[in-house]
DNA sequence: TTTTATTATTAAACACGTTCAACAACAAAA
DNA sequence: TTTTGTTGTTGAACGTGTTTAATAATAAAA
């Protein structure tokens, strides 16, 4: 690696550095490029240069650290537990994550989710290999016989994510909702969907 | 009402009327305040004085047309319809009504939705009149006996509007994507919540 | 009527994200 | 080595949403 390539690297670092410290401590909104400019030491002009935009610098910075809580939430996942207290679990770390700095990742959510498809390509990644990992949880539930086989395993694990995401947008928007009281909406939710709220008559009928 | 007031609304109507036209044709990200104050004939600094910000500018402007489009959906609605089906007439109204300007909407949701809570209060009156609209009508399917009693209907009705949200985001996003394909989606989705996924065991167990 | 208080309006300024033209450090070619 | 091309960096500027201090028009009080 060249010498230009290197000292190019140690910017981005420079700056990756002080973006995660400024996001975390002044907030997203309150920390402007020419303050991580200048905690970075380097031009605001620079910032721009290596991220495009606020946005993506924010998504950068922060992305790992989500998928580092994602894998944790993964790896301590109860193996023996069903279906549904498996998904909590989940969505337990998850939202004990994003609780630790909710007004950073409302904002977060907010500027990427919501921009047109194509851009956010780290957040957009994570979201396609998790509903990938919930969609073969569900299919391997079909092999034990607690999911239904005519049930569409995708749909449901995209399904299943947007009850988990519009829970847990209320619970970033609300900055005095307890945590426990979402984890518990949420396990209503995901209930329902896993049961059906039709009579059995209803139900087999379609 | 005195000479001041009647003048105050007149202006705050130009400015409405201005904004409404300008975001339609150029686009809510493209047209700036300066160029809806220019075109209402005041000051970009008496935009702000009657709207705060150009979201809530942006929330008023729209929020009349979205209420119509919801009222003609419901009025529309097929009443000896099965739930499933008149839940996909009302979606089918709605995101036909978006898909005239997906990109304001997309902005528009953006915007207000993913704001802290306690902003957009016209968006936000309309979403609990939607929801408890919703509730009513699945505690209604509970008489005729088609729900089953034991069915949370405030949970069923917010877990349905989560299916219908996050489908309704993920084609506001995309541009290319047909109507019929989001529409098929959600049906899916809400289907699926209707009859559940687990195997009658199971799901009887709970 | 005259004086005082209120308020709708605005020009000018500010803060911010972002762009651009120029520069300087480096690499490649001669 | 010298010349030429490439590219990481930046100061200055732009466009935008918003704020502020001042103005002028209206209402209320004397």
Redesign the pocket.
């Known amino acids: 690696m060249?010498?230009?390539?290197t000292?190019?690297l140690?910017?981005?670092q420079l700056i990756l550095e002080a973006a995660r410290k400024l996001f975390h401590t002044k907030g997203p909104e309150q920390?402007?490029?020419?303050d991580i400019a200048r905690e970075a030491g380097?031009?605001?002009?620079?910032?721009?240069?290596?991220f495009?935009?606020?946005?993506a610098l924010l998504e950068v910075a922060l992305y790992e650290d989500i998928e580092k809580a994602i894998a944790g939430a993964v790896a301590t996942m109860p193996q023996d537990a069903c279906l549904h207290d498996r998904l909590m679990h989940i969505a337990q770390c998850m939202y004990g994550f994003y609780d630790n700095d909710r007004e950073l990742y409302r904002v977060l959510i907010r500027d990427t989710t919501f921009e047109k498809a194509g851009q956010n390509p780290y957040l957009t990644k994570q979201l396609e290999d998790y509903l990938q990992f919930f969609g073969a949880m569900i299919e391997q539930e079909k092999l034990l016989g607690t999911v239904r086989f005519d049930a569409d395993a995708r749909i449901a694990a995209s399904s299943l994510f947007s009850l988990y995401f519009s829970v847990l947008m209320e619970f970033l928007r609300n900055p005095n909702m307890p945590l426990n009281m979402a984890l518990e909406w949420l396990a209503a939710s995901a209930h329902q969907h896993l049961t059906g709220i039709l009579t059995s008559k209803e139900g087999k009928g379609k």
């Open positions: 060249s010498r230009r390539e000292t190019k140690e910017t981005r920390c402007t490029m020419r380097v031009s605001p002009a620079s910032v721009v240069v290596h495009k935009n606020k946005t």
